[in-house]
């Protein structure tokens, strides 16, 4: 008989565990991602509007518009979207994509000065922090391997991120690319990811 | 040309397709925990095959000592806890979303004025993600 109220009670818990996780945890998360990622706009904004960096320069808009793209569609960013991007980048029209956005980055950063080039790469790390901090956190099972691990080394990940010593960070570009594409008006979510 | 725009319709394709994987992926993986989920609800049946059930009797004399009166008292205490704060946690989501409706179009008309050409996330007026981008 106590296998019988164990077994309910494991059910129940079970159950009430995986709808915490996969449907409120991942609203908060993504809601969160919004939130820093808008705190990071304005702080991009507030350097712009302080002179730091021309609000026409091409660095100042793409970077913009890639979080644009990344607040907007922050609901879709798993990584099972990452992996499809990635696998995408092989055919035609996603390299056309990858290499549009790298050569506009590209060209933005060797035409702006020292300072605006760094600000904008700073820009960029702290924004693939937030969302690959996002894609840990909505995954079961990268939730449970790295969770644990991120919790007591998250000083020293962050410090590496920032110097862009991590090979990961330059994976993330495949993920701006597209970012920055779900960035403009009237664009549908799977024609841009 | 004709074989560009073959190529073009080609990719679309496999963009679909892809992207139909990804989600077929997603639902299997929210599946199997339901799945797993119906087999704990069948074991717990399969217990009681073949048995008289003597299980409300049971249940009655294992309530009646004090330890399981506790853990009863603590486990529907959890829940409540529970409940309430996931029900304060919602409360707290709409006002936030009232804020930022109420808010939003003072920061957009600021950030015009210093930058006309300001682009935008396009979420509703509200935060929320918009109608059309939901999947």
């Known amino acids: ?193 | 040309m004709e074989n560009k725009e073959e190529a073009e319709e080609k990719t679309k394709q496999l963009d679909i397709i892809v992207g139909g994987c990804v989600k077929a992926f997603r639902t299997l993986i929210n599946a199997s925990v339901y799945v797993l989920l119906f087999y704990f609800i069948y074991l717990s049946i399969n217990s009681l095959a073949g048995k008289e059930t003597d299980a409300n009797i049971a249940l009655l004399a294992d309530l009646s000592t004090g330890c399981s009166k506790l853990l009863l008292a603590l486990t529907i205490l959890s829940v409540l806890l529970a409940t309430f704060g996931i029900l304060y946690g919602r409360k707290q989501e709409r006002l936030k979303k009232d804020v930022i409706r109420d808010l939003s179009e003072y920061r957009t008309k600021y950030e015009q004025i210093l930058d006309p050409e300001r682009t935008s996330s396009n979420l509703a007026n509200n935060g929320d993600t918009r109608p059309e981008d939901k999947p």
Do not use: C
Not at chain 1, 26 to 48: G, N, S
Not at chain 1, 89 to 98: D, E, F, G, I, Y
Not at chain 1, 126 to 136: D, N
């Open chain 1, 1 to 193: 008989m106590t296998n019988l109220v164990l077994i309910i009670l494991l059910f129940l818990v079970s159950a009430a565990l995986w709808w915490l996780f996969s449907i409120e945890y991942r609203k908060y998360r993504t809601a969160l991602l919004r939130q820093r990622l808008f705190a990071l706009r304005d702080r991009f904004f507030q350097e712009a509007a302080s002179g730091k960096i021309d609000f026409d320069s091409e660095g100042y808009k793409i970077t913009r518009k890639t979080i644009n793209g990344m607040i907007r569609f922050a609901h879709e960013i798993d990584i099972w979207r990452l992996i499809g991007i990635i696998a995408l980048m092989k055919t035609s029209r996603s390299a056309k994509q990858l290499a549009k956005y790298n050569n506009s980055r590209e060209h933005a950063l060797s035409e702006a000065p020292d300072e605006q080039k760094k600000l904008v790469i700073k820009t960029e790390v702290e924004m693939h922090f937030y969302v690959l901090a996002h894609i840990i956190h909505t995954n079961i099972f990268l939730f449970l391997l790295l969770t644990p691990f991120i919790f007591f080394f998250k000083r020293r990940i962050k410090r590496k991120w920032n110097k862009d010593s991590l090979s990961l960070e330059k994976r993330m570009h495949y993920l701006d690319a597209a970012a920055l594409e779900a960035g403009g008006d009237g664009v549908q979510f799977q024609h841009a990811f």
